[in-house]
């Protein structure tokens, strides 16, 4: 780099940086850093082309780039993920929140009136982002939001606080152990871990930064499907629904560990917008 940097000219230097290390949204990546170390909407960024930077812009721009570089994704060196139109806070604690999660929440916005004054179970909520959008979506709406890991589950709560809503209960449990037993639920949601042994072995660099409890399912990808199917009952309601996030080519196989309980019937499979099945809508018999 040189000591005098435009907005355009640094964009244009970092996108070939970030693409000849083989990121794969290179501009994209910097024009957010950008924007995120100016406080400005990526918008600024265009309308300011010519814009010289400051010294301490520059170090601070710097300073992510090479986290960037590093493999690092953005959500990670920013602490912040948008997920349905809020900004959640995420750390090395939380899976970061994928776009095609907001199929799970889309889920049961389909399903049910704004007004429904739903109780809904999110199983391994780890930022809270998939309840916590769904009670800001329901207003009328609570909820629990479980976690094995007590540091998810700070991470959880502090997004509760910023969204200013209260009506979830934080639950360290693993799976149903913690939880009462005739609580009963409208919906059970969950993004659980569904990385099979082969799947681990060729992530992505960024993905390798998550906690490996949020990714990996067992040697199919299943084990927690299985955990989760054996005690869904016990927590829903007659009518009750469960919406699960899978990966690709594993929703036969989780509609089936679900209605072999005899417990459930097979709602819908939905796709992601890559085509991909990715929600799994089951519920439960009467």
Same mark, same amino acid.
């Given at each position: %780099? ?6 355009? /000219?640094?964009?244009?230097w ?27 909407e990526?918008?600024y960024?265009y ?11 520059l ?5 992510k ?5 590093? #493999?690092? $994704?953005?959500?990670?060196i920013? &602490? ?10 995420? $750390? ?11 199929l ?6 389909a399903?049910?009136p ?12 780890? /930022?809270?982002?998939?309840?916590? $959008? ?5 207003t009328?709406?609570?909820?629990? &939001?479980?976690?094995i ?7 959880a709560?502090? @997004? &509760?606080? @910023? ?14 152990? @913690? ?11 969950? @993004?659980?871990?569904?990385? !099979?042994?082969?799947? %681990? ?6 993905? #390798?930064?998550?906690?490996? !409890? ?6 199919? &990808? ?15 309601? !007659? ?48």
């Open positions: %780099m040189t000591d005098t940097w435009t907005i355009g /000219s640094l964009l244009q970092t996108e070939k940086f970030f693409a000849g290390k083989g990121i794969d949204t290179p501009r994209l990546d910097a024009e957010i850093l950008l924007a995120f170390v100016l406080g400005k990526r918008i960024l309308a300011h082309y010519d814009e010289p930077l400051m010294a301490a812009e170090a601070a721009y710097k300073e780039i090479k986290l960037r570089a590093e #493999r690092c $994704s953005v959500a990670h920013l &602490g912040v993920k948008p997920f349905m139109g809020h900004d959640f806070i995420v $750390s090395g604690d939380v899976l970061i929140p994928r776009p095609e999660t907001e799970l929440v889309e889920t049961v916005i399903a049910a704004q007004d429904a004054p739903l109780h809904v179970l999110d199983m391994g909520t780890g /930022s809270g982002a998939v309840i916590l $959008s769904v009670l800001a979506y329901f009328h709406a609570a909820g629990t &939001g479980v976690d890991s007590p540091a998810a589950l700070a991470v709560r502090q @997004n &509760g606080e @910023n969204l200013g809503i209260d009506r979830v209960t934080w639950c360290e449990s693993d799976v149903y152990e @913690n939880l009462t037993v005739g609580e009963h639920y409208d919906w059970i949601l969950s @993004n659980p871990p569904y990385l !099979t042994a082969d799947d %681990m072995n060729h992530l992505e660099p960024e993905v #390798r930064r998550d906690p490996q !409890t949020a990714l990996f399912g067992g040697d199919d &990808g299943l084990d927690i499907y299985r955990r989760i199917a054996a005690g869904a009952a016990l927590y829903l309601k !007659t009518g009750g629904k469960c919406a699960l996030e899978v990966g690709a080519g594993q929703a036969p196989d989780v509609a089936d560990i679900f209605t072999n309980t005899g417990e459930f019937g097979l709602a819908a499979v939905r796709r992601d917008y890559g085509g991909i099945e990715r929600v799994v809508l089951l519920e439960k018999k009467g």
